[in-house]
């Protein structure tokens, strides 16, 4: 079983800047982050394969939200720029054997969540 522990939410304004980290207890191939904000269902906010030669955004993050892995650790990465009041949620690390079912929601392991808040 793969342990996820993820780490960097907190409270920030609306345009502020936040870096989420994920950390592994195993090498995994796909990972990436899942959202879910109060009465949303989670949705998929982006993934990253092991080479990080595939890389995949939703809509809603591209261009604000950056991506990034470090294999030697086991960690996953995320920069979250000029943040948004809707992009208030928690926030789920998680793997998968192949990066196209991570985007289906087909995960293997989840982390526990942190919390993201963005104030207006």
């Known amino acids: 079983q793969v342990h996820l522990v993820e780490s960097g939410g907190g409270l920030v304004q609306a345009g502020g800047s936040l870096r989420l980290s994920c950390a592994a207890s195993?090498?995994?191939?796909?990972m990436g982050w899942f959202r879910q904000a109060p009465g949303k269902e989670r949705e998929f906010v982006v993934a990253i394969d092991y080479e990080a030669e595939k890389i995949y955004y939703a809509d809603s993050v591209k261009g604000r939200f950056t991506i990034s892995r470090d294999n030697a650790k086991n960690a996953v990465y995320l920069q979250m720029n000029t943040l948004k009041p809707d992009d208030t949620a928690i926030y789920y690390c998680?793997?998968?054997?192949?990066?196209?079912?991570?985007?289906?929601?087909?995960?293997?392991?989840w982390g526990q969540g942190t919390q993201v808040t963005v104030s207006s």
């Open positions: 195993y090498s995994v191939y796909a």
């Open positions: 998680s793997t998968s054997g192949q990066i196209a079912r991570m985007m289906r929601g087909d995960i293997d392991y």
